[in-house]
């Protein structure tokens, strides 16, 4: 400021001028209160910049400021307070704090930890002192230093790791934040390796370390380095904390161990090798060869061999085998099933069966067990077959097993197969499963099945070492007795009726021309469709319903005829073909492809209608007259008109209504799946009115609503539709008389 209003020349001569005022003696004084408006005036016009002291009354440049603060930093040992600072110094904190900040900026020997000024010179010394008395000690921990000079451990080791190899003769174990002396870290070394090396059996770390006083922290990497060398032969295991020190002389001994047993016996098992102190015996069975690995240990394939032997001439030759005969007893359960799978996995299914008990029986042996039965049974049924009870429970046998067959064409036909999948594995799989009951009069109790197979000459000399072997072997035989004495005494019971009455003959007759007539009356309305989808769909229900069921009861009376075992089920209808003249047998194979997997109900009517010419059956067809096909619709009609005034299922009431609809616009009958129910309402209510219209379509709509579960059709709706059916048959005024 001076220098630019005042030329460098006036500069200098009023420098001269105030040195040579300086050297004379002093005349006049300026008080202090002049002085101090001298200071402030040069302050405000910013010719002078000084830092008051905390009282006032002193003041001091920054230049000076920062003179001072050095030079009380390099007094206190390179370390100071910056409160101790401003206090020693008698100037105002943020002064001080600024004055070092800037000091920081430049000066890369300087930092700040924790509120304290500190030079890289006492980071040295530090350094130094640390150094003596690694060397004296062998050790030092950052934590213990910490304590000493109130350092946090990470600003010393970020200062002090840099020097060492410098002013630190040592290592540093970052883990650990712990500094050794390289004769130290050879020392715990050599006790290490003399105590390892020493060992025979797995021991503990810590107790070695313990025992010959090894820092723990140096210890585990001491190993670990002289076990990567090569310098010790082991392996460590367990917690990183406190691990066990494995010598290989161990591990050889255990393998060793572990080989032996296992080719001796064929087998080992998990708690063998862990009573033997293996900890991981996955990795010991996983080097052995042509092995089967179980839960609870492996077994050889030649062991596996070996038994399957043992069981297959059980099989071969007509007996059992029990496990106690051939099964490792130290398997469990699980081990059990798996071995039971591999030992029966070369043997043909159809020639054993097993019990629970894991027992091996040959089918053979079943088979005679049954057929020892025989006589009795044949004794049995000549008397049950004139006892009221006992006949009473066979027709509910046969009632059960006609429902079963009829049920086998319904929507769950897809379930029934699989039914019938289980039933066969039931046969044929070598899991045992329990027989299920047979509804029909029973032959004898388990109990009383195991005495008589007790008394067998085969099972005095064949005794079983189990008790539940006989138990087992009777609950399996008691199915196959309950059959075969239904199935005894049933045709019993058939030789003392008399099959082939006039009467039974025709109702058999009747029955045939019945659905012969319905599926005439169904043809004819099949063609009222237009829509060809919906036209197979329907031509495709026909003849898997009423074609099915014409042809079951044709089939049968042509089986009677011509001495043909016939059983009603469609998968069995072309067992009769074989037994029909040969000019018939192409009729009845194109029925049964018609009503297997055809689609035209028209070639069925054709070929039935040459099936049961005269030349072929004693069946009286006949041919629907008009008479017969309105007696037929009104009998039909008049059914239709009971069950709907009664019917509260909303699918079956819309069925009916469109029925009868049907009927009265075409005079014939309909017979459609539930599928195509809303084609023959967009079929009959073509020509409604409008409220007819919406009635019978929000019909429909309810109907899907409650098959898909959102909500049920209400009474005041199903009355509504009953009306609507009787307006239609019979007028507007009879649907309000009704």
Not at 538 to 567: G, M, N, R, Y
Not at 702 to 731: H, I, N, Y
């Amino acid at each position: 400021g001076i220098n630019a209003e005042y030329g460098g020349a006036e500069v200098r001569q009023l420098q001269e001028e105030l040195y040579n005022v300086q050297l004379e003696a002093t005349k006049n004084k300026l008080s202090e209160r002049n002085c101090v408006a001298v200071i402030q005036r040069l302050i405000s016009l910013g010719w002078l910049e000084v830092v008051f002291s905390c009282d006032g009354k002193e003041y001091i440049t920054p230049k000076q400021l920062e003179k001072d603060i050095l030079d009380e930093l390099y007094v206190c040992g390179g370390r100071v307070a910056m409160t101790d600072l401003a206090q020693t110094l008698n100037v105002d904190y943020s002064h001080v704090e600024k004055k070092v900040n800037e000091l920081l900026s430049h000066d890369t020997k300087l930092s700040i930890h924790y509120g304290e000024l500190i030079s890289k010179q006492f980071f040295d010394n530090l350094a130094i002192e640390m150094n003596e008395t690694l060397q004296e000690t062998g050790l030092l921990p950052l934590a213990q230093l910490s304590r000493e000079v109130s350092l946090p451990v990470s600003t010393l080791a970020k200062e002090l790791v840099p020097r060492v190899g410098d002013l630190i003769n040592g290592t540093y174990d970052k883990k650990t934040d712990t500094l050794f002396t390289t004769a130290f870290v050879d020392r715990q070394a050599a006790k290490l390796r003399g105590a390892c090396s020493a060992a025979t059996r797995p021991v503990h770390l810590g107790k070695i370390m313990e025992v010959h006083g090894i820092t723990v922290s140096l210890g585990h990497g001491c190993v670990k380095d002289m076990i990567a060398s090569g310098r010790l032969q082991g392996q460590l295991q367990g917690h990183s904390t406190n691990p066990v020190f494995i010598p290989n002389l161990y591990t050889s001994a255990q393998n060793q161990w572990a080989d032996s047993f296992y080719n001796q016996n064929g087998y080992i098992t998990y708690d063998m090798m862990q009573n033997k102190g293996i900890d991981n015996p996955q990795s010991v069975i996983s080097r052995f060869e042509n092995c089967v690995v179980l839960s609870s240990g492996c077994v050889s394939e030649s062991a596996i061999a070996g038994v399957q032997s043992v069981v297959e001439e059980a099989i071969a030759t007509d007996t059992y085998i029990e496990p106690i005969d051939w099964m490792f007893d130290w398997c469990n359960e699980a081990d059990e099933s798996k071995v039971l799978e591999l030992v029966l996995a070369n043997s043909k299914a159809e020639k054993f069966r097993t019990l629970p008990s894991k027992s091996v029986v040959s089918v053979n042996l079943l088979n005679h067990l049954l057929a020892s039965f025989d006589s009795k049974i044949a004794e049995q049924v000549v008397s049950d077959a004139v006892n009221p009870k006992i006949l009473a429970s066979l027709k509910k046998f046969d009632n059960a097993a006609a429902s079963a067959a009829e049920s086998k064409p319904s929507k769950k036909a897809k379930g029934g197969k699989k039914g019938k999948k289980g039933r066969a594995r039931d046969e044929e799989d070598v899991e045992y499963a329990a027989p299920k009951p047979v509804l029909g009069p029973t032959y004898l109790s388990n109990q009383q099945i195991e005495e008589e197979i007790r008394g067998l000459q085969f099972f005095f000399d064949n005794e079983p070492k189990e008790e539940t072997t006989l138990e087992e072997i009777s609950e399996l035989l008691k199915k196959q007795l309950d059959e075969k004495y239904c199935k005894a005494l049933d045709e019993e019971v058939r030789k003392k009726t008399l099959k082939s009455s006039k009467s039974q003959q025709k109702a058999d007759e009747d029955t045939i021309n019945n659905l012969y007539n319905t599926v005439l009356l169904c043809e004819k309305g099949l063609k009222v469709f237009e829509d060809t989808t919906t036209r197979a769909q329907v031509e495709k229900h026909i003849l898997k319903t009423l074609c099915l069921d014409l042809t079951k009861a044709t089939f049968s009376k042509l089986a009677e005829e011509h001495d043909c075992p016939f059983s009603g089920d469609n998968l069995k209808l072309d067992s009769i073909v074989s037994y029909l003249p040969k000019n018939a047998k192409q009729f009845a194979t194109s029925i049964i492809t018609a009503v297997t997997s055809g689609n035209n109900v028209e070639e069925f009517i054709e070929s039935y209608t040459e099936l049961t010419d005269p030349q072929f059956t004693q069946l009286l067809v006949k041919k629907l007259d008009k008479k017969k096909e309105r007696n037929m619709v009104f009998t039909q009609k008049q059914a239709l008109l009971e069950q709907l005034k009664t019917e509260q299922k909303s699918a079956d009431l819309l069925n009916i209504s469109c029925n009868l609809i049907f009927i009265k616009q075409h005079s014939t009958l309909l017979h459609v799946p539930g599928r195509c129910i809303s084609a023959v309402v967009k079929l009959i209510s073509k020509d409604f009115p409008g409220p007819q219209l919406e009635t019978i379509n929000s019909s429909l709509s309810s109907v899907v609503a409650e098959l898909k579960g959102e909500c049920q059709m209400s009474d005041d709706d199903k009355q509504a539709l009953r009306d609507l059916v009787t307006e239609v048959l019979f007028g507007k005024q009879s649907a309000e008389d009704e």
